[in-house]
């Protein structure tokens, strides 16, 4: 946050936006710039209860993944999360995980050096088949997980759902 009661952020279809903050503007060409202070966008939830299949990709630089407990990437949740792609364990996992219609929360994690990658820039992606969770880095799988069938949960208990961008903590 800057202070300032008031930001807008502008996207267009190519994918170049721009930020209005109080009285000034920052342009970006095609990346969001996080400062590490409470960084995150909050956008409208996406519906795949109607759905299996999920595909979550990401580039990613961060200059430091050990300071806090966990940095979110991209998550929707409604106090448990939907989905998600994070870093976990001050840095030290990596976790996608999903919950599907019958209420269970898979979690597919991957033991990292944090050290390894801050300061460079890495492409995450993380997939569920309707079958597996599969979690790459740089286009090479990490690990996968059988999980069974079943749609992606949307929601619960009447709560509202949160589908961010960056991490809350």
Request: overall charge negative; cysteine-free.
């Amino acid at each position: 946050s800057t202070g300032d009661t008031t930001q807008t952020i502008y996207a267009s279809a190519t994918g170049k936006y721009s930020v209005t903050v109080g009285n000034g503007t920052v342009n970006n060409g095609n990346s969001l710039d996080f400062d590490g202070q409470e960084d995150s966008v909050s956008i409208h939830p996406i519906d795949l209860s109607n759905s299996d299949p999920i595909s979550i990709m990401a580039w990613v630089k961060s200059d430091d993944l050990q300071t806090k407990e966990w940095n979110s990437i991209v998550r929707q949740e409604w106090g448990e999360p939907n989905w998600l792609i994070q870093f976990d364990d001050f840095g030290t996992k990596l976790n996608f995980n999903i919950e599907l219609q019958s209420g269970i929360n898979y979690d597919l994690g991957v033991i990292i050096n944090p050290s390894n990658y801050e300061n460079n820039w890495i492409y995450l992606s993380a997939v569920y088949d309707g079958h597996y969770q599969k979690l790459y880095l740089n286009g090479i799988i990490l690990d996968s997980n059988y999980i069974g069938n079943g749609n992606i949960k949307y929601g619960g208990n009447n709560q509202q759902v949160y589908h961010t961008i960056g991490s809350l903590n």
